[in-house]
């Protein structure tokens, strides 16, 4: 039997997760215009894939292409924040109560050492925004995994990426951390006590209590 050819990963998805990492870093900031021919000669490559990353995160909702004017790094209003925050409530809480139900013990205890590393990096005597950023990505997503929904996984991955052109803001609000670490606090409690309802209700509020330091 032939061996496989498995092609490489396309050079216009490797610009695209390189310039999705700048706009996420803020070296790109909301609002800014790219310059598509300077950013194609610093990276040694033709217009061509560079156009074709663009449309890619057009399509996430991270880059607005204007006609005649170019690409421009997304804003996020107070009504697009208002709704994503809102769909990763109702997709997010819906996956905590089908972890509550169905997690083995194994999973559950995969998710109270993700919460420890987020209080660790939560620490008030010295937080760690960009860890604590990090682990809480993780948490979430691994709760989605274990909640076993491949196409809810899609959704709030690309809401996420939206949300994530605030994310500083919002954690950057004076006792944001602790509170958010409370809520975790709260759900871990729910989910290890394998409360369907109450996980679904803890989630709700968490994203709740977040799009309120968010706007």
Known sequence: MAALSLAPRALYEEVAELLRQRI??????????????????????????????LKVLAAEGLVTMKVRRGAYV??????????????????????AGVVANTATEGQLRELQQLHQELELAGSPESPDRERFFEINERFHMRLLEI????????????LRKVMK????????????????????????????????????KRMQEHFANGLEAAV
């Open 147 to 158: 909640a076993n929904n491949r196409w809810r996984d899609q959704m709030v991955a690309d």
């Open 24 to 53: 996420f870093n803020r070296e790109l900031e909301p609002g800014s215009w790219i310059d598509e021919l300077k950013i194609a000669q610093d990276y040694g490559i033709s217009r061509t894939p560079m156009r074709e990353a």
């Open 74 to 95: 997304t804003e996020v209003s107070e009504r697009d924040l208002t709704d994503v925050y809102h769909l990763l409530s109702l997709l997010e809480s819906d996956a």
């Open 165 to 200: 052109l605030n994310r500083h803001n919002s954690l950057l609000k004076s006792g944001r951390i602790q509170e958010s670490l409370k809520e975790h606090r709260a759900l871990i409690q729910a989910l290890v006590a394998r409360d369907s309802q109450m996980c679904q």
